[in-house]
């Protein structure tokens, strides 16, 4: 007998049909004489019945069986709302144990109780929760809209090689040592950049891939050592054609996968703007609270504190939230401003409340009566609002009530549930300075082409050359960078000499690259998308884990196979590799 349906694929339109299902015990309890399995397969989970002739027959089965099972279907007696088979039953007639299964070592069900780690040790068990089954086919279904709409558009997928050269993008590269040129090795690369750049000087025109990148980066709860992007090319465009193929990308996948209608063009705000009104280059524009810089009110103010903020060309930024002046007493206060020391370094938070139509507040005595009616009016203060202040270097005040808005959002429960807001960060800095390496480093890649009217400053004044680096950022998480790249052979050797790149050394580590740009290389730019993110905001997961079928821990090790591990001596002869120091055992 065949399976004739999917558990989950029942409802009261099969009722007295006679079907097989074929699936996993998820659940058995008896009941006097009766006996209900709760049988799971990949489409959901159905309740079959065994009634008292075929209860013997069922008798060792328990969880994670594996049965096969003909019957009738039937209406329940007491529907179950909280199943979407919840409706129906089936009556088993006839039964077969496919296989037995040990007892699992972790709990399968959604609400799972067992640790992460040892879920991630028992990967293959922790996947057959409904949960993660649904998120893995999600991601699936994003892959096949990426690549059904790209290749609409005419492009074209290629796939480019995993053994490569080091590639710029600003981690640590994983390398692969080589046995036939001992003492050589190959980079894994940190995404496909150099290869598709040179695709475009290939004249493929329009380029995509879903390609793996593998960056060793140190360790934060939100990266994984490999990952997804969907990367993309394309020759003979500008900013506005990236966006558009980018749009309508996430237009058909939002659609396809969630059901959502996207708006055809998203935001466009350009970087410095950005830092201004949200202190942050990936702000969340589902809700407003934007920073407002006060610190024109205070031009002539005695107000000491603020007097030596303005006169180092400091700023007094606020926030407004409203309904949260009763939500935060001195204690929350403190917390708040525990915060922004520790987090932001910065000096202080100060606040004002406006209650039972007074204000109050840590700077009420000190500013003028002038300066707290100018407050009230150009922040439009009402009752029960409250107003957070910080007077700082541009840098920390920015950053410190970015963070604020973020936290305070979160705390007074205002963020809007099931709205997308997408948002183009635009006119990205080219460089910033590194402290640690003592030179200008490129803030996107050293590929991507500054604005043309920056040109000049790229050696008086880098710090204020503008790029032509994007990201798009969803709900506060960037989803993706890309940018114009560098097309003139010139240009490009300009940018590497500005970051320190002697010609030297970028022709020992580009040269082919540079080469290739003197044979015609056509405009381009192009993408690469965090397939991760993006399937962790469709399925509303904070948990990069959770759209990895097998990942790593947050410290980078796979539980279940125990990856990194030693090799044999001779594996590492053959290499001409011996290890002289051990620092992790
Ligand atoms: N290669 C870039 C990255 O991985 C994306 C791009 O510029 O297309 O961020």
Redesign the pocket.
Known sequence: MKRTHGCGELSRGNVNEKVTLIGWVAKRRNLGSLVFIDLRDRSGICQVTFDETMAAKVQEVRSEFILQVSGTVQMRGAANPKMKTGEIEVLAEDVMIVNRAETAPITIADDTDTSEDNRLKYRYLDLRRPVLQQILMLRHKVCMIARNTLDAEGFVEVETPILARSTP?GARDYLVPSRIYNGKFWALPQ?P?IYKQLLMIAGMEKYFQIAR?FRDEDLRSDRQPEFT?I?IEMSFGDEDTVFAVVEKLMRDIFKGTIGVDLEEHFVRIPYAECIRRYGTDKPDLRYGNEIQDLSGLFRDTEFQVFRNVLDNNGVIGALRFENAADKYSRKGLDKLQDFVKHGFKAKALAYLKMENGSLSGSVFKPLSEAEREAIVKELDMHDNDLVLIIADTPKIALSALGALRVRLAKELDIIPQDVYKFLWVTDFPMFEYSEEEERWVAC??PFTAPKAEDVGKLFSDPEHVSSRAYDLVINGYELL???IRIHDQDLQEKVFEAIGLTMESARQRFGFFLDAFRYGTPPHG???IGLERLVMVLAGTDNIRDVVAFPTTNSSFDMMSEAPNVVDKAQLDILGIEITKKDSE
Do not use: I, L, T, Y
């Open positions: 993008e995404s950049q990148c992007q990367d996107h890649h960078s890309g940018s192009g993408v690469g």
